[in-house]
């Protein structure tokens, strides 16, 4: 199967959407939100696939695609890493969590390790800040971290990463 | 303790199941509304009850839902908004995803109340748990046609779809929110026309915050009288406040409106994190001016805390204590605020970004003398000059910051360094 297409299960969800709302535009942002799901970024590629199936034009898609941050461009490591750094988290040390991530991946903010595996980036509040300091990993959120569950995370993502067939992304 | 309302069962296993949260009283407002009330009639018992917006401004729901034409040909919608965004505020996300059928109870009983026949809940697109908390939810009432066509027999239809999100801030306000709904970028619309009149695809819309919904099935069972019994006289009911920051338990309380920000930070937060001093605190989430700690007996409800020089907005407590620099705050705030601006409007855009600039020389040690100067010149030009109430948003961060710790500036740019040691760590 070609891995830059869309499935099967994501073609009959965006064809669902198609006519679902009273206007067909409001399909636009769960469509992006399928292609996400599917393939952990949102690229061109799949953007004109998806407005195909919608039957909306590509450049509107594009154009809300471009405007949600949520939603990355390109390729990400596996484990997508997001740090919350606003204000709460920051008082409880979010930016030392972020520097502590970097160095025990050995890697730059916003790119991939070279096993493919982690990308870390920083955010904004993610609605989590009585829990502080804490990361979103792909959909799951980690609160309270400590140095101590930092590790045993990054450990537990290796294993189930390298093994075949890897996590859902 | 005193009495909650919303939190009530928030902590019982399987409250997030109807079959759980029927056990414990729910459903039991949806079908008395149907049966016994016109939906003018709940429009006025919520009225009566005082039940204030709790996404931020404190509108009352009641007189805003009074405002959506009766002789409108046009369908109406109900917006749910759980966007939940603003740096400091996490009640939302909690109240969706343990107790998700006390908010489609709530939203059922509005869009009665209003005659919307579609809803729509928008939730913030990173909260994938509380999406599919939501989902399974909203199946579970149609199941037992609390949704859908011909609703317990009273011939009312109502569909809501859960719309996710895409990580912007700015589509939690409400006019974004209707054009990001609609496909478009999530850019704010000049009001007026309000969304009452002219919102969703063009129809009259109500839109509230899930806390305010949450609130509606416990007004029409327990009356208007009962809830507006709590909190203060302009103020009723409970309130849900997000403490987090440099305190030692932080978490939501559900609190009478009213209740001293001493009480929270000291009794219920259990005071200052390692025992240090308290600098200052944020009452009402990111957007709301600092308070120091002279002001610790502040009433916290909508009008005590406006006369303390600050707001309730969305009851995010953000506490700070002595070894926080008040210009990295500034600087991490503005940040959040430049990278959230639509771009719409030239002050907001622009003005962000040159404070941001500024912020940033200084925390790098090259700020310039009449810096500060610049900065509050900045935030006059922006206050009041907006589109929508974002740009004013990212005003009270810089100048509330510059109106109590000045010297903390003057030092930085004089010094090239903080005046304050130490920076947090996670250990
Ligand atoms: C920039 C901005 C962001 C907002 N974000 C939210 C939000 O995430 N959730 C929310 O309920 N209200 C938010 N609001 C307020 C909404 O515009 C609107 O007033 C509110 O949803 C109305 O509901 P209520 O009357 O029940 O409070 C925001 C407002 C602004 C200006
Ligand atoms: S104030 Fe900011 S967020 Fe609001 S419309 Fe203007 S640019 Fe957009
Ligand atoms: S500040 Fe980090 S989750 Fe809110």
């Known amino acids: 199967m070609n891995t830059m297409s869309l499935s099967k299960e994501s073609i009959e969800k965006l064809q669902e959407l198609k006519d679902k709302f009273p206007d067909r535009r409001t399909a636009i942002l769960p469509a992006l939100h399928v292609v996400y799901d599917q393939f952990g970024y949102v690229g061109d590629e799949q953007l ?38 606003n204000l709460s988290c920051a008082l409880l040390g979010a930016d030392s969590l972020v520097d502590y991530l970097l160095e025990k991946l050995n890697v730059k ?9 982690f990308t870390v980036v920083t955010v904004e509040c993610l609605g989590s800040c ?14 309270n971290l400590t140095r101590e569950r930092v590790d045993e995370l990054l450990e537990e993502f290796r294993r189930e990463g390298t093994k075949k067939g890897g996590p859902p992304s | 303790m005193p009495e909650k309302i919303l939190f009530k069962y928030i902590d019982e296993p399987g409250q997030d199941t109807i079959k759980v949260y029927m056990k414990n009283g729910g459903y039991t407002a949806l079908p008395k509304v149907l049966k016994e009330y016109t939906p003018d009639q709940v429009t006025d018992i919520v009225k009566e009850s005082g039940l204030r917006g709790r996404g931020g401004a404190g509108f009352p729901a009641g007189v805003k839902w009074s405002f959506v034409p009766k002789d409108s040909p046009k ?4 917006l749910i908004n759980a966007d939940e965004s603003e740096p400091g ?32 809940i928008y939730i913030r697109g990173e909260f994938g748990y509380g999406a599919k908390q939501l989902l399974r939810a909203l199946s579970e009432a149609e199941e037992k046609n609390f949704l859908g066509k011909n609703i317990l027999g009273s011939g009312y239809d109502l569909t809501i779809h859960l719309h996710r999100g895409g990580g912007a801030y700015i589509c939690g306000e409400e006019t974004a929110l209707m054009e990001s709904i609609e496909g478009r970028r999530g850019l704010s619309r000049v009001r007026p026309p309000y969304p009452a009149i002219v919102g969703l695809y063009g129809c009259p819309t ?47 309380y559900e609190l009478p409106m009213g209740i001293s920000l001493r009480e929270l930070i000291y009794e219920y937060g259990g ?23 002279d002001k ?57 970004y040159w404070m941001l600039k500024i912020l940033e020389r200084i925390e790098n040690g090259k700020g310039e003398s009449g810096d500060v100067e610049l900065l509050l010149d900045i935030c006059n030009y922006i206050e009041g000059y907006t589109v929508c109430p974002l740009g004013d948003a990212a005003v009270p961060a810089v100048r509330s910051t510059i109106e109590h710790f000045q010297e903390e500036y003057d030092y930085h740019i004089r010094n090239k360094t903080c005046m304050v040691k130490g920076k947090p760590v996670f250990k």
Not at chain 1, 52 to 66: D, F, K
Not at chain 1, 130 to 143: F, I, L, R
Not at chain 2, 316 to 333: F, H, K, S, Y
Request: net charge negative.
């Open chain 2, 296 to 352: 610790l007996d502040v009433k916290l409800d909508f009008e005590s805390v406006v006369e303390a020089g600050s707001m309730l907005g969305s009851a995010g407590v953000i506490v700070m204590d002595e070894t926080t620099c008040m210009v990295n705050v500034a600087w991490r705030l503005t940040r959040f605020y430049q990278h959230e601006s639509c771009g719409k409007c030239t002050p907001c855009r622009e003005g962000t």
């Open chain 1, 48 to 85: 004109k696939e998806a407005a195909e199936v919608v039957e909306l034009p590509y450049v509107e898609l594009a154009e809300n695609a471009s405007f949600y941050t949520m939603f990355p461009k390109k390729p990400v490591g596996k484990y997508f890493i997001q740090v919350c750094t």
């Open chain 2, 89 to 120: 505020t996490f009640k939302d996300r909690q109240l969706l995803e343990r107790d998700p059928h006390q908010l489609i109870e709530g939203s059922i009983i509005a869009a009665y109340a209003v005659q919307a026949h579609t809803g729509f």
């Open chain 2, 75 to 78: 369908p109406k919608y109900l």
């Open chain 1, 109 to 117: 903010l916003g790119e991939i390790t070279p096993d493919g595996l």
């Open chain 2, 206 to 252: 109500v839109i509230n915050n899930v806390e305010t919904l949450s609130n509606v099935p416990h007004i029409i069972n327990k009356g208007a009288e009962w809830f507006a019994s709590m909190g203060t006289r302009k103020s009723t009911g409970t309130k849900i406040f997000s403490l987090s920051g440099q305190v030692k338990r932080p978490g939501n």
């Open chain 1, 130 to 143: 009585g829990s502080a300091p804490m990361m979103q990993v792909n959909d799951e959120y980690h609160e």
């Open chain 2, 271 to 293: 005071g200052i994190f390692e025992d240090r001093e308290l600098k200052a605190v944020i009452p009402g989430g990111s957007s709301t001016p600092i308070l120091t700690p």
